[in-house]
């Protein structure tokens, strides 16, 4: 005769979905990147419209521009050295990951919590280029909803700024 062997699966426990912002960051936290979706994909269009480039033009931008970037918190390094404390910001946007650092004491002291893991942040730096490629220097923060709501957008999404469209095609 022929036996069949009945293999009994284990019950697995019905638990509540992981929230979105959840799971995008638990994602990260797997990958090293968004897979599907990005926190910031649903910003776009206010963004654009509020003058916010996207980390894909960073390496177009002159010595001495001024650029403000959106993206989420990936990483966060806090140092001291001879010449007081700075930090070193690595965010993510739906175009790609950047870093960023901030030498200014009294920026990283008022927006240390801002500056955590996961946050969503827009930033205006001053971009630095020499021999070694682009710098970013960090000379303002605001959470992302707060530059949202704080900031008047403009009729037209400003050229070079961050475009869903744009993102579809790569």
Request: proline residues 3%; contains cysteine; charged residues 30%.
């Given at each position: 005769?022929?036996?069949?062997?009945?293999e009994?699966?284990?019950?697995?426990?019905?638990?509540?979905?992981w929230?979105?912002d959840?799971?995008?960051?638990?994602e990260?936290?797997?990958?090293?990147?968004f897979?599907n979706?990005?926190?910031?994909?649903?910003?776009?269009e206010a963004?654009?419209?509020?003058?916010?480039?996207?980390?894909?033009?960073i390496?177009e931008?002159?010595d001495?521009?001024i650029?403000?970037?959106?993206?989420?918190?990936?990483?966060?390094?806090?140092?001291?050295?001879?010449?007081g404390r700075y930090?070193?910001?690595?965010?993510s946007d739906?175009?790609?990951?950047?870093?960023?650092?901030?030498?200014?004491?009294g920026?990283?002291?008022?927006?240390?919590?801002?500056?955590?893991d996961?946050?969503?942040?827009?930033?205006?730096?001053?971009v630095?280029?020499?021999?070694?490629?682009?710098?970013?220097?960090?000379?303002?923060?605001e959470?992302l909803e707060?530059?949202?709501?704080?900031?008047?957008?403009?009729?037209e999404?400003y050229?070079?700024?961050?475009k869903?469209?744009?993102?579809?095609?790569?």
């Amino acid at each position: 005769g022929v036996s069949q062997i009945i293999e009994e699966k284990p019950a697995l426990k019905q638990v509540a979905d992981w929230e979105v912002d959840k799971k995008l960051q638990e994602e990260f936290k797997a990958f090293g990147f968004f897979l599907n979706q990005h926190p910031i994909d649903n910003f776009l269009e206010a963004l654009g419209k509020r003058g916010v480039i996207s980390s894909e033009n960073i390496e177009e931008l002159n010595d001495g521009n001024i650029v403000k970037l959106a993206g989420v918190v990936a990483y966060n390094k806090h140092k001291s050295g001879p010449k007081g404390r700075y930090a070193y910001l690595t965010l993510s946007d739906p175009f790609g990951i950047y870093e960023t650092a901030i030498f200014d004491e009294g920026l990283i002291t008022i927006h240390r919590d801002a500056m955590g893991d996961g946050n969503s942040l827009v930033v205006e730096c001053l971009v630095k280029k020499d021999q070694g490629g682009s710098r970013l220097l960090v000379k303002s923060i605001e959470k992302l909803e707060d530059f949202i709501k704080h900031n008047h957008p403009k009729k037209e999404i400003y050229k070079d700024s961050l475009k869903k469209e744009d993102k579809d095609i790569l």
